[in-house]
C-alpha cells in the first residue's frame, strides 16, 4: 500500500502550481470543492467515467476526494484506488499531494461480489461474526453499526480498495441513524467506545483524522429523533483523546433544500445558540458540505450555487459528485 498523507508542504505546492484557489487546515491545504463518488450505477461503465473524471480533476488542481465504503456497492473506492495508483506510480502525483476521505456505518453490499446489502451482512459479516445481529440498528432499509470490530474490518477494506496505507478522514457515516434507536446514553456511551477506537487507529497511522458524517443529524432540532448534539460530541472526544483529540471534521448537507447548516441555530456551544458551522468554528472543528445540486436535482444554477458555497463563511471544502469531464472542467473553472 502507499504509505503517507496529505501535508501542508506538498498539498500547498500542489495548489499553487495549479494557480488554484484553496482552503487552509493546521495539517494541510485543499481544494475548496472536491470529488464527490456518491451517484451513479455499480457498472463498470461508470467507473470508466469515474476513473477519468478524477485524473482529470487531480491533474487540474482539486486534491480533495470524498468516497465511502457503501458508495456503488465499493466500487467507487475501487475507481479512485485505481487511479490513485496510476498517478502515482506514473509520478504524476504524490502521496503527500491530495486529501482523501472515507466513511463508513451503514452496511454496505459488494458489486463485484455480487453480493446486496443483506447478503453482505449474513455471508461476510455474520457469519464471519464481525458483528452481531443485537449490534445492528436499522431504521427503514437502513442498517447501521457502532461497534468498533465493524470499523476495523470496514477501515481495512477501504484502506485495501484505496490503495493507502493512512486515510486523512475517516468518518462515521450517518450517524443519527443509530441515535434514532438507541436513545441519547446509549448512543453516546457507544460513541465514546467507538471514538477511543478512532484514537488508536490516528496512533497506529491507519487514519490522520475522525469525523461525523450525517445527513439531518446535526441540523435537525433538538427535540427531534436522531438529533446529535456537537458539543456534547466534542467532550466525548476530549474525554478520550485530550485537547489534542482527532476530532476535527464533520460533514453536513448544504443546498437549497437542506440550508439549514448555514442559517437554523439548530447548535449551542457555552449555552449560546449557533448554526453548526458556527458551532463547529467554535469548537476548532472544521465543516464540509455535501449534496450541493441537492442530489442532482438542481442542476440549473450549478455556478451560482458553487459560487454561494465558495463564499460561505465557514466551509472548508463542498463535496461535488463529478462523473463526466465536461462537468468537472465547468466547475473548477467557476471556482478558479
Known amino acids: 500500500m502507499i504509505k503517507g498523507y496529505a501535508t501542508r508542504e506538498k498539498t500547498l505546492n500542489y495548489l499553487n502550481n495549479h494557480e488554484s484557489k484553496y482552503r487552509e487546515t493546521t495539517w ?3 481544494s475548496p470543492i472536491a470529488i464527490g463518488t456518491h451517484l451513479g450505477d455499480m457498472t463498470n461503465e461508470d467507473s470508466e467515467l ?3 473524471t478524477i485524473k482529470y480533476c487531480l491533474r487540474n488542481g482539486v486534491n480533495f476526494i470524498d468516497t465511502a465504503l457503501n458508495y456503488r456497492g465499493m466500487k467507487s473506492e475501487k475507481d479512485i484506488g485505481k487511479v490513485l495508483e496510476s498517478l502515482i506510480t506514473n509520478k504524476e502525483l504524490d502521496r ?3 486529501v482523501i476521505s472515507t466513511k463508513a456505518g451503514l452496511i454496505p453490499g459488494d458489486i463485484d461480489a455480487g453480493l446486496v446489502p443483506s447478503d453482505y451482512l449474513k455471508y461476510v459479516l455474520l457469519k464471519n461474526e464481525i458483528i452481531q445481529e443485537k449490534e445492528i440498528q436499522t431504521v ?3 442498517k447501521h453499526v457502532l461497534t468498533p470490530s465493524y470499523f476495523q474490518f470496514a477501515l481495512n477494506q477501504s484502506r485495501s480498495h484505496l490503495g493507502l496505507e493512512t486515510i486523512d ?6 450517524p443519527e441513524i443509530s441515535m434514532k434507536v438507541l436513545g441519547e446514553e446509549a448512543f453516546y456511551k457507544m460513541l465514546e467506545e467507538l471514538f477511543y477506537f478512532f484514537e488508536q487507529q490516528v496512533k497506529k497511522q491507519t487514519i490522520r483524522f475522525y469525523g461525523l458524517a450525517t445527513w439531518l443529524g446535526f441540523i435537525t432540532d433538538s427535540d427531534e429523533k436522531g438529533y446529535i448534539f456537537l458539543e456534547k460530541t466534542e467532550k466525548i472526544a476530549r474525554k ?3 485537547l489534542s483529540h482527532h476530532f476535527r471534521f464533520i460533514q453536513v448537507p448544504l443546498n437549497s433544500s437542506l440550508p439549514g447548516a448555514n442559517n437554523r441555530e439548530t447548535q449551542s456551544v457555552s449555552g449560546i445558540t449557533l448554526t453548526v458551522l458556527e458551532a463547529a468554528r467554535d469548537l476548532d472543528i472544521h465543516v464540509t458540505t455535501s449534496a450541493p445540486f441537492n442530489l442532482g436535482k438542481d442542476v440549473e444554477n450549478t455556478d451560482d450555487i458553487l459560487r454561494f458555497l465558495m463564499n460561505t463563511k465557514d466551509i472548508l471544502s463542498t463535496m461535488v459528485g463529478m462523473k463526466r469531464v465536461n462537468h468537472a472542467k465547468e466547475n473548477i473553472a467557476t471556482y478558479k
Open 28 to 30: 494541510f491545504y485543499c
Open 50 to 52: 469515474y476513473e477519468k
Open 169 to 174: 478522514i475517516y468518518y462515521l457515516h450517518v
Open 240 to 242: 478520550v483523546g485530550g
Open 96 to 98: 503527500s499531494e491530495f
Open 140 to 142: 427503514a432499509h437502513q
